[in-house]
């Protein structure tokens, strides 16, 4: 299986800033996810991220609010943008290898004040 | 996929006993489910898979049972142990590489 990474794991925001999640594999994987976790809920898939071209979104998110990048087979952020308090949750990223199983990074906790 | 729930079940068991937690699906066309563990503070951690063609997958203490029939997965854990002490999530594949997971149950180890 993969190792991944994740920076930050955790901080406190104030509402209205932005931050910026990294998510780093020790190995080149195909395909990486990014996922939240509200608290005490499951996982729900925020975005598909695409190496070199424009990530691919679920319903009921947008790029202008979860922009993300994938510059190469290893690494990928996610931005949460104009925070507010319904933004707090875990932020996980995921990679899924040539087996179809995704492996899922340690988390970044996120609170918005 | 299940719907996510406000509150996630639980399940108590008495250490060294076995543990069985189910899970329903909705998607007929689902090929490949998977069983997370997922500790506090923690991202899930991959149990164990289960393809569409198989009934049955073991591992070491843990099996999968796979009913099609009435979409229902099963996760057992043989000698329950205080480690064992998770959020468990089952999770749904349906051939497009998206994962879906259920609503998650909390397993509790009695002492």
């Known amino acids: 299986s993969a190792v991944i990474s994740q920076k930050p794991s955790r901080d406190i925001c104030q509402r209205g800033t932005s931050l910026t999640i990294q998510c780093q594999v020790d190995?080149?994987?195909?395909?990486m996810f990014w996922y939240r976790q509200q608290p005490g809920q499951s996982l729900t898939l925020i975005a598909t991220a695409n190496q070199g071209s424009e990530a691919t979104y679920e319903s009921g998110f947008v790029i202008d609010k979860f922009p993300i990048s994938r510059p190469n087979l290893t690494f990928s952020t996610l931005t949460v943008s104009n925070m507010s308090p319904e933004d707090s949750s875990i932020y996980l990223c995921?990679?899924?290898?040539?087996?179809?199983?995704?492996?899922f990074g340690p988390g970044t906790r996120l609170t918005v004040l | 996929g299940e719907s996510v729930g406000l509150h996630l079940p639980t399940l108590s068991v008495q250490e060294g006993d076995n543990s069985i937690i189910n899970c329903a699906y909705s998607?007929?066309?689902?090929?490949?489910f998977i069983w997370y563990k997922q500790e506090s503070g923690k991202g899930p951690q991959f149990i164990i898979d289960i393809r569409s063609n198989m009934d049955k997958r073991q591992g070491q203490r843990v099996t999968v049972l796979l009913n099609k029939t009435v979409k229902h997965l099963s996760l057992q854990i043989a000698a329950t142990q205080p480690g064992d002490s998770a959020v468990y999530f089952c999770?749904?594949?349906?051939?497009?590489?998206?994962?879906?997971f259920g609503k998650g149950t909390r397993l509790h180890i009695l002492p």
């Open positions: 995921s990679v899924a290898t040539s087996t179809d199983t995704q492996y």
């Open positions: 999770a749904e594949n349906a051939r497009d590489d998206k994962i879906i």
């Open positions: 998607n007929s066309a689902s090929d490949y």
């Open positions: 190995s080149q994987v195909t395909m």
